[in-house]
């Protein structure tokens, strides 16, 4: 839409054509020499201005080399590094000493190995190394028998001797160190050797390779590592195709090859760290960025441009100053024009839009009708915060060029502030065009967006009003249609809702909600119960789960997962679970020596001073911190923000233990677990519910257990209800199992009589043996 035909025609009209100029009168000779020293007062600023970008450019080019180079090099040594984590999985493990030490499994190897490696780690040569010889070989993720198999022992064995020399002296010192201390002989077991593992840059059969090299040792000690020298799990990558593409994707660097020689002027490179300092030398090159050369580029033609624009004006100046009454008239009027247009996307401003709306509403009836769509963009304060305001303002100013497409003639796009906006489509009495132009525009937000060089993805919620259906009041719609936003992103964001009368009776009863969460919070209204938490064996109680209960005075109990999503909408969170662990803490701190289990979500986890405030609770409360367990959810690991990283080391740090929840539910991403070592893992109830009803429910809590046994990781099965699921459980060697079997969220009474009772019966502090029964007949 026109904004000048928005706007009413109230801007000043521009000047008719052939409107005749005053006389300009012509300036002596003081005038040229004012123009020409003004002249000369810029060039020569333009000039130092020039030579001092050359400089800088020069120098930031040549930091720009440097820091690459470094950076290069740094990852060459960390893929290096990184083989071993690819072997260890397959050398370190019973399995595998079995099967090659003692007899060669050639398709259980190449299994497990040589085409493990080659699918999910895009190693192209696999060995094992039998003593001097080859015992199985893989190409490319093929199997080939070993005397056919290409293999450059001049390469590859000396990595293999280093590994088999370090490994014999290694067993060496375990055996003289068990021998001095005297331990009594064990047939049935060995003394633990640690796997011994080498890695470099060679040339293998003339063409540069990453060699990895690790002994294949046991890892619980079932099978007895053999006296004479270990089998060696050798991996090959060449660096050519795959190795420079993951570089490339890493790095982002543009155009790496490997060369023989020394890199061109317009190629950067680094020399290949080959193990051997008498290889014949090879470079890892690519195209560098100079960001001085291309911020030079960018800035002299604007430096030219001011000079010209400089020297324009200061000859406009004296050769029309006549003109200066007229010009000041017409930049009135562009001011005045330019108060209706955003500066930043050039749509309609808020003033623009109510101005438009208002008419607009004066002209609607039933069959020709006037739709608002609201739209609030998702996820832009996380561009903001990651990529910086400029580059949310670049963003912003393209998604208001493409929703200002999207109007059509006779409608309005305006910017409504921040990340919303505000579109007008004239729409007929068919309620189903209403919803065509939103599925459009959810496409047109969706589609990919090229900022700076970079594809940035933005999704948005829309929320839409009809006028006259819901109002002839320009505020009103507006107001609703933010409503309608508001149950597009409750119902999970990228969504498109048309305004319901119920949506407002909703919305209003989420915020008598947050009222009344709060008046609970700050006054007593809510209370923590307690579910147990028993070992395997479905007997003895080791710990309970604090959970927060809210029984409302008129509606009764209000079900958590209505208020907690509410607490953490309105803010609410932190405060509620500061709350739930001050108070567990008091009622259980008598409790001998049972574990607590307490809830924290990731906001929380965005305070500075997190570990701080627990610390300060315990002291508090006197709680021992070895008791208590904080349990969060996978998705504040996959968010990677290193403060919560920070804080969770600093809360080990003091002795809590970290429980990693409903694991399973979301990304469950090995990497994460890795990375920051948890103590526990809780399966999540869904699997556990499916046993004995699928097939792959049992399968994957096998293969959970296994992983955290082998990771030193404690695991607890939630939602355990039968004793099928009990005995299943039992089988695979879970830890510890919670559920509505052994009792529900139950209050600290319950518990302290419990105690109590087995107190009695045993003698001790602590209950041992669980009464199955006691808390589940009085909670449910």
Same mark, same amino acid.
């Given at each position: 839409?026109?904004?000048?035909?928005?706007?009413?025609?109230?801007?000043?009209?521009a000047s008719?054509?052939?409107?005749?100029?005053?006389a300009?009168?012509?300036?002596?000779?003081?005038?040229?020499?004012i123009?020409?020293a003004?002249?000369?007062v810029?060039v020569?600023a333009?000039?130092a201005m020039?030579?001092?970008?050359?400089?800088?450019?020069?120098?930031?080019?040549a930091?720009s080399?440097?820091?690459w180079s470094?950076?290069?090099?740094?990852?060459?040594?960390?893929r290096a590094a990184?083989l071993?984590?690819?072997l260890?999985?397959?050398?370190?493990w019973d399995?595998?000493v079995l099967?090659?030490?003692?007899?060669?499994?050639?398709?259980?190897?190449?299994?497990?190995?040589?085409r493990?490696?080659?699918?999910?780690?895009?190693?192209?040569?696999?060995?094992?190394?039998?003593?001097?010889?080859?015992?199985?070989?893989?190409?490319?993720?093929?199997?080939?028998?070993?005397?056919?198999?290409?293999?450059?022992a001049?390469?590859?064995?000396?990595?293999?001797?280093?590994?088999?020399?370090?490994?014999?002296?290694?067993?060496?010192?375990?055996?003289a160190?068990?021998?001095?201390?005297?331990?009594?002989p064990d047939?049935?077991a060995?003394?633990t050797?640690?796997?011994?593992?080498r890695?470099?840059?060679?040339?293998?059969?003339?063409?540069?390779?990453?060699?990895?090299?690790?002994s294949i040792?046991?890892?619980?000690?079932?099978?007895?590592?053999?006296?004479?020298?270990?089998?060696?799990?050798?991996?090959?990558?060449f660096l050519?195709?795959?190795?420079?593409?993951?570089?490339?994707?890493?790095?982002h660097?543009?155009?790496?090859?490997?060369?023989?020689?020394?890199?061109?002027?317009?190629?950067m490179?680094?020399?290949?760290?080959?193990a051997?300092?008498?290889?014949?030398?090879?470079?890892?090159?690519?195209?560098?960025?100079?960001?001085?050369?291309?911020?030079l580029g960018?800035?002299?033609?604007?430096?030219?441009?001011?000079?010209?624009?400089?020297?324009?004006?200061?000859?406009?100046?004296?050769w029309?100053?006549?003109?200066?009454?007229?010009?000041?008239?017409?930049s009135?009027?562009?001011?005045?024009r330019?108060?209706y247009i955003?500066?930043?996307?050039?749509?309609?401003n808020r003033?623009?839009l109510?101005?438009?709306?208002?008419?607009?509403?004066?002209?609607?009836?039933?069959?020709?009708?006037?739709?608002?769509?609201?739209?609030?963009?998702?996820?832009?304060?996380?561009?903001?915060?990651?990529l910086g305001?400029?580059?949310?303002?670049l963003?912003?100013?393209?998604?208001g060029?493409?929703l200002?497409?999207?109007?059509?003639?006779?409608g309005l796009?305006?910017?409504?502030?921040g990340?919303?906006?505000? *579109?007008l489509i004239?729409?007929?009495?068919?309620?189903?065009?209403i919803?065509?132009?939103?599925?459009?525009?959810?496409?047109?937000?969706?589609?990919?967006?090229q900022?700076a060089?970079?594809t940035?993805?933005?999704?948005?919620?829309?929320?839409?009003?009809?006028?006259?259906?819901?109002?002839?009041s320009?505020?009103?719609l507006?107001?609703?249609a933010?409503?309608?936003?508001y149950?597009a992103?409750?119902?999970?964001r990228?969504?498109?809702?048309?305004?319901q009368?119920?949506?407002e009776?909703?919305?209003?009863h989420?915020?008598?909600v947050?009222?009344?969460?709060?008046?609970a919070?700050?006054h007593?209204?809510?209370e923590?119960h307690?579910q147990?938490?028993l070992a395997?064996?479905?007997?003895?109680?080791?710990g309970?789960?604090a959970?927060?209960?809210?029984?409302?005075?008129?509606?009764?109990?209000?079900?958590?997962?209505?208020f907690?999503?509410?607490a953490?909408?309105?803010?609410?969170?932190?405060e509620?679970?500061?709350?739930?662990?001050?108070?567990?803490?008091?009622?259980?701190?008598?409790w001998?020596?049972?574990?607590?289990?307490?809830? *924290?979500?990731?906001?929380?986890?965005r305070?500075?001073?997190?570990?701080?405030?627990?610390?300060?609770?315990l002291?508090?409360?006197?709680?021992?911190?070895?008791?208590?367990e904080?349990?969060?959810?996978?998705?504040?690991?996959f968010?990677?923000?290193?403060d919560?990283?920070?804080?969770l080391?600093?809360?080990?740090?003091?002795?809590?233990?970290?429980?990693?929840?409903?694991?399973?539910?979301?990304?469950?991403?090995l990497?994460?677990?890795?990375?920051f070592?948890v103590?526990?893992i809780?399966?999540d109830k869904?699997?556990t519910?499916?046993?004995?009803r699928?097939?792959?429910?049992?399968?994957?809590?096998?293969?959970?257990?296994? *992983?955290?046994?082998a990771?030193?990781?404690?695991v607890?099965?939630e939602?355990?209800?039968?004793?099928e699921?009990?005995r299943?459980?039992?089988?695979?060697?879970?830890?510890?199992?919670?559920?509505?079997?052994f009792?529900a969220?139950a209050?600290?009474?319950h518990?302290?009589t419990?105690?109590?009772?087995t107190?009695n019966?045993?003698?001790?502090?602590?209950p041992?043996?669980w009464?199955?029964?006691?808390v589940?007949?009085?909670?449910?």
């Amino acid at each position: 839409m026109n904004l000048g035909e928005a706007s009413g025609g109230d801007e000043p009209a521009a000047s008719p054509k052939g409107r005749k100029r005053a006389a300009i009168p012509r300036f002596a000779g003081p005038g040229d020499r004012i123009i020409i020293a003004v002249a000369l007062v810029v060039v020569a600023a333009i000039a130092a201005m020039g030579a001092f970008s050359l400089v800088a450019a020069e120098r930031i080019d040549a930091a720009s080399r440097q820091r690459w180079s470094e950076l290069v090099t740094e990852t060459l040594e960390r893929r290096a590094a990184s083989l071993e984590r690819d072997l260890a999985s397959f050398a370190h493990w019973d399995e595998s000493v079995l099967r090659t030490a003692y007899f060669l499994d050639v398709d259980w190897v190449h299994r497990n190995f040589g085409r493990w490696l080659h699918d999910s780690q895009k190693h192209d040569r696999s060995y094992i190394v039998l003593d001097s010889r080859v015992g199985y070989a893989a190409i490319d993720g093929e199997l080939v028998p070993p005397e056919k198999a290409p293999f450059d022992a001049a390469a590859i064995m000396p990595l293999v001797r280093q590994v088999q020399d370090a490994y014999m002296a290694n067993a060496a010192r375990v055996a003289a160190e068990v021998e001095q201390r005297g331990d009594p002989p064990d047939a049935s077991a060995s003394p633990t050797v640690p796997p011994v593992f080498r890695a470099g840059y060679v040339r293998h059969e003339g063409r540069p390779v990453l060699i990895g090299a690790i002994s294949i040792t046991p890892d619980y000690g079932r099978v007895i590592s053999p006296t004479r020298s270990p089998p060696v799990a050798v991996t090959v990558l060449f660096l050519e195709g795959k190795f420079l593409g993951g570089l490339a994707s890493e790095l982002h660097v543009t155009g790496p090859q490997l060369a023989e020689a020394m890199p061109a002027d317009d190629r950067m490179g680094v020399p290949i760290p080959f193990a051997d300092p008498n290889a014949r030398p090879a470079w890892l090159t690519w195209i560098p960025e100079n960001p001085g050369s291309l911020l030079l580029g960018a800035l002299l033609p604007a430096l030219i441009g001011t000079a010209v624009l400089l020297l324009a004006a200061a000859a406009i100046v004296l050769w029309y100053a006549r003109r200066a009454t007229y010009d000041l008239a017409e930049s009135e009027a562009l001011a005045s024009r330019l108060a209706y247009i955003d500066p930043l996307c050039g749509l309609a401003n808020r003033a623009m839009l109510m101005r438009v709306l208002a008419d607009r509403l004066t002209q609607v009836t039933p069959c020709s009708r006037l739709a608002l769509f609201f739209v609030d963009l998702d996820g832009f304060k996380d561009i903001n915060d990651t990529l910086g305001h400029h580059f949310g303002d670049l963003l912003l100013a393209e998604v208001g060029s493409r929703l200002n497409a999207r109007v059509g003639k006779g409608g309005l796009a305006a910017r409504f502030g921040g990340d919303e906006f505000v *579109l007008l489509i004239p729409v007929s009495s068919d309620d189903a065009e209403i919803e065509r132009h939103g599925e459009a525009l959810l496409a047109t937000l969706a589609e990919p967006i090229q900022v700076a060089g970079q594809t940035l993805m933005i999704g948005g919620s829309i929320g839409a009003t009809v006028a006259p259906d819901h109002g002839l009041s320009a505020n009103e719609l507006i107001r609703l249609a933010d409503i309608a936003v508001y149950r597009a992103k409750a119902e999970g964001r990228g969504a498109f809702r048309l305004f319901q009368p119920e949506m407002e009776s909703d919305l209003r009863h989420r915020r008598e909600v947050e009222i009344e969460l709060a008046h609970a919070l700050k006054h007593g209204g809510l209370e923590v119960h307690y579910q147990p938490q028993l070992a395997a064996d479905g007997e003895t109680l080791i710990g309970c789960e604090a959970l927060v209960r809210w029984m409302h005075p008129t509606r009764g109990a209000i079900p958590p997962a209505e208020f907690m999503p509410i607490a953490e909408q309105a803010g609410l969170v932190t405060e509620l679970d500061m709350w739930v662990l001050r108070r567990a803490c008091q009622q259980a701190r008598n409790w001998g020596n049972l574990k607590l289990g307490v809830n *924290l979500s990731p906001v929380d986890f965005r305070l500075r001073n997190l570990t701080l405030r627990i610390g300060e609770i315990l002291e508090e409360t006197g709680f021992d911190p070895r008791r208590l367990e904080i349990e969060i959810t996978e998705n504040l690991l996959f968010g990677n923000h290193p403060d919560a990283f920070n804080e969770l080391a600093g809360l080990r740090s003091r002795g809590v233990r970290i429980a990693l929840d409903d694991f399973g539910s979301g990304y469950s991403s090995l990497g994460y677990i890795r990375r920051f070592r948890v103590d526990s893992i809780k399966i999540d109830k869904s699997f556990t519910q499916n046993i004995g009803r699928s097939d792959d429910a049992p399968a994957i809590i096998d293969c959970v257990v296994r *992983l955290a046994r082998a990771l030193g990781i404690t695991v607890t099965a939630e939602g355990v209800e039968t004793r099928e699921q009990l005995r299943y459980l039992q089988t695979v060697g879970c830890h510890n199992v919670q559920g509505f079997l052994f009792g529900a969220a139950a209050p600290a009474s319950h518990i302290e009589t419990l105690i109590a009772r087995t107190a009695n019966v045993s003698g001790d502090t602590v209950p041992r043996q669980w009464v199955r029964g006691t808390v589940t007949s009085s909670a449910r």
